[in-house]
């Protein structure tokens, strides 16, 4: 598995050669990626406690507000203090900015064909950490799980009327949903 993913990543460098110098080290691979992994658990860890206290206060219909407003800002906020570019994207995105680019749509199919966790690139001269995001915990169902059975009424409701263009409900537990992106700036 590691073996087709390696080759999978020398393509993908060589899809994107003209803009990156070739070849990354091990030691700065295994530094960048461990500092990439080290955020994105934090960040997340952030995050799912916010949620989680939004859905006590309010609901899931509340949090669903929260993550529209607040989830944006609390990674930036977080990206600042990380000096480096936090988010999140996906081939089924519920917010427009989290779609896949080019380079990402490849190295989508390379995460979906495996169990791999995480994975460093160069792009535009630009070492950025992608990691895998599952619907690991059933509370991700009630907002992004079968809408006939998982979402309340009120919820979908909500995420409808938030995110007209929303592609990302239909997910069973433990499917592969999304990568975090860490792109660092310096
Ligand atoms: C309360 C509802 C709610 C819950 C629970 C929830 N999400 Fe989301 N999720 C959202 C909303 C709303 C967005 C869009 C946020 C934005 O505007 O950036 C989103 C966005 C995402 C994205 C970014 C890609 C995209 O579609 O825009 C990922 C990845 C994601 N969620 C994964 C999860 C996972 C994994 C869980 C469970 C641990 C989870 N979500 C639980 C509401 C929820």
Redesign the pocket.
């Known amino acids: 598995m590691k073996t087709i993913l390696f080759a999978g990543i020398l393509l993908l460098i060589g899809l994107v050669a003209c803009q990156t110098k070739p070849g990354i080290s091990p030691e700065f691979y295994h530094k960048f990626q461990k500092e990439g992994d080290a955020i994105t658990s934090q960040v997340q860890g952030v995050l799912?406690s916010n949620?989680a206290g939004a859905?006590q206060k309010g609901g899931?219909e509340h949090?669903?507000e929260f993550?529209?407003v607040k989830?944006?800002s609390l990674v930036d906020s977080l990206s600042q203090a990380f000096s480096c570019n936090i988010s999140?994207?996906?081939d089924?995105?519920?917010?427009p900015e989290?779609a896949l680019n080019k380079t990402e749509a490849e190295l989508w199919k390379l995460f979906a064909k495996n169990t791999q966790a995480d994975t460093l690139l160069e792009i535009n001269n630009k070492i950025t950490y992608y990691k895998r995001?599952?619907?690991?915990?059933p509370?991700?169902l009630?907002?992004?799980g079968d809408p006939a059975n998982d979402i309340n009424g009120a919820t979908l409701e909500k995420?409808q009327t938030?995110?007209p263009q929303d592609l990302?409900t239909g997910y069973k537990l433990n499917d592969f949903?999304?990568l975090w992106k860490v792109v660092f700036t310096d």
């Not at 089924?92 to 917010?95: P, V």
């Not at 995001?133 to 915990?137: E, L, Y």
């Open positions: 799912l949620v859905i899931t949090a669903v993550c529209n989830a944006t999140r994207v996906s089924k995105n519920r917010n989290n995001i599952n619907t690991a915990m509370a991700c009630k907002c992004h995420i938030l995110y990302a949903r999304g």
